[in-house]
């Protein structure tokens, strides 16, 4: 009889104990450790399809083809930018957000968009009937896509010899299990092993998988650390829950850069492409209204125009509130503090609720000079130009500061047929504009862009 092994997990790290510790040495966390079976005796019995007759050997570094670097069309354009120009094969993708957030509308809309390939789409959380049903919603029905409710990872790679899918999606590695552990699905070392026989099938059959993962109330990918360090490539699907914008982001990518983004729109229907995001992030009104100001800011390479909206009115209670969606609310309180101190506005007694229209988080620093003339405006009563638009960052001592790719950004603009762009004075330097109808307003301060916008 084999004797059963336990080990101690560290639920937030994953370290491991061989007795129960009440703070983790490695993270620092308390009360995390959890005990879990391990069973070392089978450890080399799951058979990965294609390992067999397969062993590594050293190869000089100039015998290795790279394939000239092969990507798959995944017929998803959002998809593809973030990815960095499409599939790789044999890469393991690893795909987390909220719950709900549209991860597993995403991924079988992605199996049923692909042509002539091959497609085992593995559900550990729905029916059969519940992915039918989505399928209809999304009103594409692929017969390529196959659909296997199964959890075990050893049942899988069996249906996997017989069927020899081009693609595979695993929704969701918690739920996973692998003979080889006995401890539960959902375990760290249960997500840890399935995901390390996913990374092994992968790599050895060269098909490239997708792994959906839990994102946890801390808003972290559920699991340990290490899930995220084996897989090639980790995104991010996120947006607010009351809005349809859902953005897709690259937060490590060994194939390609981080810095794309993908922007969907989840409709009745699934969810739909957004290639022109700027055109549904400016609400379109005619009427002037005040505290409205158009950022022109860059998301990834993407240069978008977007609403920022502020509320300023004295405050109700003794504290002033400060609220923001979309926006670092450090950043506004930065902002208004500069807008105080340096400009002598005074904002100190009142409320000021700040929004991003659409409900995207932006963390381009452009943006600032949008937000305060967004706060100015509502703070004087006074509408901004509905056809202006801004991109400058606001320093501690109330100058303007230069924006990356500037030139970009007043093209976008420019082609979306706005009038006028504030920028800062330092970014008019070694730029030459090109036959643009807009007109660049340089900035070089605050009180500058008041007495411009108001004055
Ligand atoms: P889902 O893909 O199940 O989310 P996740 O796998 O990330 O948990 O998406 C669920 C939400 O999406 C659900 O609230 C319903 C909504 N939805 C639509 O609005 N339209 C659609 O066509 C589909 C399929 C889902
Ligand atoms: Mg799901």
Redesign the pocket.
Known sequence: MTKTKTIFYCQNCGAQSPKWIGRCPACNEWNTYVEEVVQKEKKDSTPIPGSIGRSAKPTPIDAISTGNEYRIDTANQELNRVLGGGLIPGSLILLG????????????QVALQFKKVKILYVTG??SEQQIKM?AE??GKINPNCFILTETSTQAIFQHIEQLQPDLLVI??IQTLHTDIIDSSAGSISQIRECAAEMQRYSKLSNTPVFL?G?ITKDGLLAGPKVLEHMVDTVLQ?EGD?HH?YRILRCVKNRFGSTSELGIFE??????REVHNPSEILISQRDEKVSGVAIAAMLEGMRPMLIETQALVSTAAYGTPQRSTTGFDTRRLNMLLAVLEKRSGFRLGTKDVFLNIAGGIRVDDPAIDLAVISAILSSNEDLPVEHKACFAGEVGLSGEIRAVNKIEQRVAEADKLGFRWIYISAFNKKGFQPKNYQIEIIPVRKVEELFSLLFG
């Open positions: 957000g909220d719950p709900g957030i549209g991860k597993s509308t995403l991924m079988l959380e729905e989505r919603r999304v929704d969701s959906i839990h699907f829950r349809g989840m409709t009745g229907m699934g969810l």
